[in-house]
């Protein structure tokens, strides 16, 4: 028999860390971590560089000041997965007044997010830059480990409502709580990875970076996990507790 606050605690945690599992499951599947705001262009010359910039982006091989410029000069976002730039819809560019912008995306394949970075963006001479090659792996791989742990917690506590028992509570608990830090490494990883990245690769004159909707939601998750592992490490640690008491009870 469970007391009603236990139950009370579990209900929420769980509806916690369902919440901030989607909030996460999202932020990973999004481009919206980091924004540039690039201004509008003139000239056949730019124009012309641009459209250069665009297909190489969409159509040449992965290199990382390639698609950094693109991203820079052509409103770009960036997140985990992907890679996105705001172009015209039409062949013709920026030859409309109000021309329609479409968001033409790449996604980093498993091979890309594993390419060392390099202490000069592009130039494979000048030496591997190894803290920022390991924050990158490790904002892409952090994610994925909070979801498996969550996962992981997820599938314990179904087997521990199948055996009626609260005993694996505390080790729920501590998944989730191993989760949120996780989660919360990832967020620091990659604005470290992108500070790193502005200093080695100059923004161009007025162009502004900021922080997307999708970092925003993977920082709230992080939260959230904690609070649910909060919620499942109480109600364990007072079950056990109350448990004990009432052997004592009765054994005197």
């Known amino acids: 028999m469970v007391d009603n606050r236990y139950a009370t605690a579990l209900v929420i945690a769980c509806v916690l860390s369902l919440l901030a599992t989607v909030y996460l499951s999202v932020a990973v599947g999004t481009q919206h971590w980091y924004q540039y705001s690039s201004p509008t262009v003139r000239g056949e010359a730019n124009v012309s560089e641009l459209r250069s910039l665009y297909e190489e982006f969409m159509d040449g091989e992965f290199d990382e000041k390639t698609y950094s410029d693109t991203l820079f000069r052509l409103n770009g976002t960036v997140g985990l997965w992907w890679r996105c730039v705001l172009v015209p819809a039409t062949a013709h560019w920026y030859k409309e007044p109000d021309v329609k912008l479409v968001l033409e995306c790449r996604s980093f394949t498993l091979f890309e997010q594993f390419t060392p970075k390099y202490k000069e963006p592009g130039n494979h001479n000048s030496g591997e830059d190894m803290l920022r090659t390991y924050l990158w792996r490790c904002q892409f791989l952090l994610p994925l480990i909070s979801l498996g ?71 709230i998750s992080s939260p959230l996990h904690m609070m649910a592992a909060a919620l499942l490490v109480w109600a364990a640690r007072s079950h056990s507790q109350n448990y004990y008491r009432m052997t004592a009870y009765r054994v005197a």
């Open 149 to 219: 742990l969550v996962v992981l917690a997820g599938l314990t506590g179904f087997c521990a409502c199948l055996c009626q028992s609260l005993a694996p509570t505390l080790g729920i608990g501590v998944l989730h709580l191993l989760a949120g830090l996780c989660t919360l490494a990832t967020v620091c990883c990659y604005l470290a990875g992108m500070d790193l990245l502005h200093r080695v690769s100059m923004l161009p004159d007025k162009v502004d970076g900021s922080l997307g909707w999708s970092l925003y939601l993977a920082l």
